[in-house]
């Protein structure tokens, strides 16, 4: 290029849309480079995904929009896939198709493209549809649409250096728009006349957006798009007369509307089936089909569910250890060591050896172990068998009033309880939605990982895979136990059907894989460099300083000394109430704190101990008998949620369902530990 050539850089925005568990995310990184930042849909809390292309002078913002299955905005997902689309006017949607389940996607071609938007089809998997049988004819799929369709397989990268093509040669096309769906000639009348009367009526609206599919949505009384209509000038006048519209083509068709049109659309997608799909030989038995059968059986399925779980545990313990050690030797001792041998005053020292990096370093020291287990999560879903686990347990989710649909959420809250109980956003069923939304909490999640570790390898050296296990296990227990519980009482409702379409298997992507598990660490990272930090240089200045005013750092030296500092009046007031236990004041001190954090929990045992992880052992040792640690172990799991994730229930649910969790937590985590202490007891094992 020469020193006088400057190319205008051109920028345009894209949209990928599909259904769940068709390779978007992996389409996704795959044209973004991996390269996304995470930010929040306007007005809502689902986590939105936004990535670069550069193609020449041509630069595509990426957005990945949530997985959905149609454009009908029953779920959240679903509104705000379809609010974005028409909201924000993408220039491209590009929208990822199973080819080895290519009728159900299809649905959501169609709507797509009912919206008047460009689109580009990434025809994916197709390897998987040969496999099972049957070939797809893009070109005459591409024809029949109208749109380029790009036959892919997202995990070998086929086909995406042609879809990236198509995206740059789709931009420069003028926007165009073919009506696909006849639905007959009474109800293409009426689509005609209401949309004849939106574009005279409110020329604004017309411009904003595609008047057809204004019609087609209020003809099946779209509620979102009702309230749209509402807003205009001819609001009031159009909705009476789309609602006269639709009872006489009611009684023509003898059905109702809706359920009219959507049969229509499968209608034209069975012929664009019988046009472009071919099948080579009768679909053989795949090894979908031998693994499906045992791992979703109904006596199996669940002990290999549980046991899949085990092993991700034991294998971030064995092969993460050493790495746990070398970080515990770094802040437990270079770094706490070099601290102190700086030239500081004494108070200063003591902030950052003891408070800063005592605190911190106690929860860094785990960071391999959850990172295995995010690897060992991630490698689960890219294989297609954390579908499998919510399909296997939803028998018994429906004996607790529950869908299986609740399960999805309760799996995310093994990262982090926040997105748990967002995710209950996709639960189309209101009554499910709050239930899930209720127990969704009591999922152990990453962050009390820390102290079942510390807790476990103090006083159940040898088996700690197996006790930490089991408080995963006790988590979804009580989930379950208090969601039958909630649905006797507080929602007196039958649960909501469960639909889920398994994902074939997959070999998993390891750049996906990475991917997933650096998103997932970020926010264990974010934790440690903010609150934890925070919380550590809070319980410091506590601890040396008391009713009687400033201490000294000797504090952390001297047990007498710190008993008469803030953080010990805090401790003794709150031992009465777990003196049935055995607890002591620090250990008191620590659970106060634990609100804010429950990594908080163990960086506060840590400096109240005066003592970094690994020498924690000791003084828990002393503390606990295996009865009183398992028993505390079962309290961090089920007592109050972070300070966070209450405030994300307040906001998905609202203020009085935020208090009642912090309330029958409480109450729930304060029951079992006395019950685990009692009955222990009452066996001679403690």
Known sequence: MSSGTVLALRRFKVAVAGNPNVGKSVIFNELTGGRAWVGNWPGVTVEKKVGRLKIGE????????????????????????????????????????????????????????????????????????????????????????????????????????????????VSEEKEGYRKLVNYGGEVEKEISKISRRIVEGDPKLSDKYNSRWLAVKLLEKDADVEGKIRLSPIGETLLSYVSEAREKLEKILGKDLEEYMVEQRYSYISKLIEECVKILEVKPVTLTDMVDYVVTHKIFGIPLMFTALYLAFKF?????????????????????????????????????????????????????????????????EDIGYMSRAAFVIDKIMRRLFLTGKSLLPLILGIGCNIPGVIACRTIEDENDRKVTGLVAPLISCSARLPVYLVVA???????????????????????????????????????????????????????????????????????????????????????????????????????????????????????????PMGWDWRISAALFFGFLAKEVVVSTMAILYGVGEEALVGPLASTFTPLTAYAFMAFVLLYVPCLATLAIVRGELGGKYAVFTLIYEILLAYFVALTIIGVGRLLGLG
Request: proline share 4%; charged share 15%.
């Open 58 to 169: 041509h630069i595509f913002e990426v957005v990945d929009l949530p997985g959905i299955y149609s454009l009908t905005a029953y779920s959240v997902d679903e509104l705000i896939a379809r609010n974005f689309i028409v909201e924000e006017k993408p220039d491209i949607v590009v929208d990822i198709v199973n080819a080895a389940n290519i009728e159900r996607n299809l649905y959501l071609t169609i709507s797509l493209l009912e919206m008047g938007v460009k689109v580009v089809v990434a025809l994916n998997m197709v390897d998987l549809a040969r496999e099972q049988g049957y070939e797809i004819d893009e070109k005459k799929l591409s024809e029949m649409l109208g749109v380029p369709v790009i036959p892919t397989i997202a995990t070998t990268g086929y086909g995406i250096e042609r879809l990236k093509e198509a995206l740059v040669k």
């Open 316 to 380: 971030a313990f064995d092969v993460a250890a050493p790495l746990c050690d070398i970080i515990d030797w770094f802040f437990g001792s270079f770094l706490y060591s070099l601290v102190l041998s700086f030239p500081l005053a004494g108070w200063v020292s003591s902030l950052l050896a003891d408070g800063v990096v005592a605190g911190v370093g106690s929860i860094i020291v785990f960071l391999p172990n959850i990172v295995f287990i995010f690897i060992f999560i991630a490698l689960l």
């Open 457 to 579: 390898g103090a006083l159940f050296a040898g088996s700690q895979a197996g006790i930490v296990w089991s408080m995963y296990i006790m988590g979804f227990a009580f989930a379950f136990l208090m969601a039958g519980v909630f649905r006797k009482t507080l929602f007196k409702a039958p649960s909501g059907s469960f639909i889920m379409e398994l994902p074939p298997y997959m070999a998993p992507l390891a750049r996906n894989v990475l991917i997933k598990t650096w998103e997932r660490t970020k926010r264990f990272l974010f934790k440690a460099g903010t609150v934890i930090f925070a919380v550590s240089v809070l319980v410091w200045i506590l601890s040396v300083t008391g009713p009687g005013g400033y201490l000294t750092p000797a504090t952390f030296e001297d047990a007498t000394l710190l008993e008469q500092s803030w953080i010990g009046v805090l401790g003794h007031s709150l031992e009465k109430l777990f003196a």
